[in-house]
């Protein structure tokens, strides 16, 4: 019996598995495998949140975000001001004018280079991803056309959509109808 006892107790023991330890040299142990591929899944997870979390911005990023933002309405909000202190105040809206047009050529020149490239480098890129999304579109025509085609043969009511053509078999077939006992039996109860 101590001998029994000792040959079970080498191959299926407590603290070791023989047949279990040989096996998962050719089979992957399934319970295992789930806790990796669990694993794996969980650490994938945290590094694609870890990639799209926003970091905390300090003081001086929140101040440039929002100076950054300025211009456009600036700008635009100065023009409908300007407009409005025509309307308003002429004679103070002319002295203004005057002193612009005391403004020297080349500063004019350097203004219309700031504003072309503050501006200009977001309309670039506007105008380059608009492309982008017309050339996807286009590219895309033949395809739409073909499916197009044939969702339009498919149509039921178009003249010949159900056309045997030259098979014979298939003309006496559509040009016979079904027998149909259960409705003949209906038919002829409801004849007196």
């Known amino acids: 019996m101590g001998l029994i006892s000792?040959?079970?107790g080498f191959l299926f023991g407590i603290e070791r598995n023989?047949?279990?330890?040989?096996?998962?040299?050719?089979?992957?142990n399934a319970e295992h495998g789930a806790e990796r591929a669990a694993t794996l899944q969980g650490q994938a997870v945290g590094q694609f949140g870890a990639e799209f979390q926003i970091p905390q911005k300090g003081a001086f990023d929140r101040f440039m975000?929002?100076?950054?933002?300025?211009?456009?309405?600036?700008l635009a909000l100065g023009t409908l001001a300007l407009f409005a202190a025509a309307m308003i105040d002429p004679i103070w809206f002319a002295a203004r004018m005057q002193g612009i047009a005391l403004v020297p050529?080349?500063?004019?020149?350097?203004?219309?280079?700031?504003v072309s490239f503050y501006f200009g480098a977001r309309?670039?890129?506007?105008?380059?991803d608009l492309q982008r999304e017309i050339s996807a579109t286009m590219m895309r025509v033949p395809?739409?056309?073909s499916n197009l085609q044939r969702l339009e043969q498919m149509r039921s009511n178009t003249p010949g959509a159900a056309d045997p053509g030259t098979d014979a078999e298939l003309m006496q077939h559509v040009s016979d109808p079904d027998?149909?006992?259960?409705?003949?039996?209906?038919?002829?109860?409801r004849t007196p």
Do not use: S, Y
Not at 19 to 27: G, M, S
Not at 105 to 114: I, K, Q, S, T, Y
Not at 179 to 189: G, I, P, S, T, Y
């Open 6 to 8: 000792n040959i079970l």
């Open 18 to 28: 023989v047949i279990r330890e040989t096996t998962e040299i050719f089979r992957e």
């Open 123 to 128: 309309h670039q890129a506007k105008v380059q």
């Open 143 to 145: 395809t739409v056309l």
């Open 105 to 114: 050529e080349p500063l004019w020149w350097l203004l219309g280079v700031v």
């Open 179 to 189: 027998e149909n006992k259960a409705l003949e039996d209906w038919r002829r109860l």
């Open 65 to 74: 975000d929002g100076l950054n933002r300025l211009p456009r309405p600036a």
